[in-house]
């Protein structure tokens, strides 16, 4: 079992292009999501998913009010760029 960062960090980098295919499966209200380890760095691991517009909507319109749909397009709705300083 490792129990240390560097020893952690080593392991990752030494998989990296294997470890690129993973996934971990994220709970996000009642909803599983899975994020691919899209990136192995030297100070982190980077995950991604792609959600389509569409599916944003969609999972809102049925009911999806607490998933990563729903989060999604509260943070695109609620967003105000920064005002300009003169």
């Known amino acids: 079992m490792i129990n240390n960062a560097e020893d952690l960090k080593s392991k990752a980098i030494e998989n990296k292009p294997g470890l690129r295919k993973e996934y971990v499966n994220i709970i996000v209200g009642d909803e599983e999501y899975g994020f691919r380890l899209s990136g192995i760095g030297e ?8 959600i389509k517009y569409d599916d944003i909507i969609d999972a809102v319109e049925n009911g999806n009010d607490d998933g990563l749909e729903a989060i999604i397009k509260k943070i695109i709705e609620d967003y105000e760029a920064p005002a300009e300083e003169e």
């Open 43 to 50: 100070k982190a691991i980077k995950i991604e998913k792609f």
